[in-house]
């Protein structure tokens, strides 16, 4: 199947500071990838839906300034913690949709996951 | 409103005993639903969906729209079973986007 990698798969930075994590599409062009987060007991937010070349659309209560989102290519979406706080420790995964095998089944395909660690 | 619900945050059952993980939804149009599993320290993956109507490691899932309902069964529950399972529901908006509903999913042990 389609792979989707994730990086860094650990961070660990300081309140205040800013954290990219990068999600790649490695086998197939992404054209739309969704960044979502698993919070403690598994249930997984949807925040934004990323679509290549255009902005990303944000889930009701996800802040846009904060956490800042680019689709610059078929194969890559970024996502930009900025000003980190505490409470924004969580496990980030991303997931991508595109046109693997030439149709679009409706299935995603998830990253590995990035372990956000703000102290 | 369009949802999906997993009635169930943990579900224990001993090995070789059938398991039923229950997941309704609400959603107007057609419905197209999945089952996500991730297993522990592993990434989230499809299960199965059911247009494809398959049986994968020996899990089934068939869509009642009577009841709204897209349960995953299982006949006899192996430990490598353990996971979290989440039941999915694929939206499309008018402009043809389609972004996943998800359930909050359900905890499974399977004990030996």
């Known amino acids: 199947g389609a792979v989707v990698s994730q990086h860094p798969s650990r961070v660990i930075c300081k309140s205040g500071t800013s954290v990219k994590i990068e999600c790649r599409s490695l086998?197939?062009?992404?054209?739309?990838m969704f960044w979502y987060r698993q919070f403690p007991k598994k249930s997984l937010m949807l925040m934004a839906t990323?679509?290549?070349?255009?902005?990303?659309?944000?889930e009701q209560g996800v802040e846009k300034d904060k956490f800042l989102i680019n689709h610059a290519s078929l194969t890559l979406s970024t996502l930009t913690v900025t000003s980190a706080h505490p409470e924004d420790s969580s496990f980030y995964i991303c997931?991508?949709?595109?046109?693997?095998?030439?149709?679009?089944?409706?299935?995603?395909?998830f990253g590995e996951g990035s372990r956000l660690t703000v102290l | 409103a369009q949802r999906v619900t997993q009635p169930e945050k943990l579900l224990s059952v001993f090995k070789g005993a059938p398991v039923e993980l229950k997941c309704n939804y609400s959603?107007?149009?057609?419905?197209?639903l999945f089952w996500y599993v991730q297993y522990s320290r592993q990434r989230l993956q499809l299960l199965l969906r059911?247009?494809?109507?398959?049986s994968i490691k020996g899990f089934t899932a068939d869509l009642n729209k009577g009841e709204t309902s897209f349960h995953l069964k299982k006949p006899f529950a192996q430990e490598e079973d353990s996971a979290m399972y989440y039941c999915?529901?694929?939206?499309?908006?008018?402009?043809?986007?389609?972004?996943?509903?998800w359930g909050l999913g359900t905890s499974l042990a399977v004990n030996p």
């Open positions: 997931s991508a949709r595109g046109l693997a095998g030439g149709s679009n089944t409706g299935e995603l395909f």
């Open positions: 086998d197939f062009q992404a054209t739309t």
């Open positions: 990323s679509n290549e070349g255009s902005k990303a659309t944000y």
């Open positions: 959603y107007s149009g057609s419905p197209e």
């Open positions: 059911h247009i494809s109507r398959e």
């Open positions: 999915a529901l694929n939206r499309v908006n008018a402009g043809n986007n389609r972004k996943l509903i």
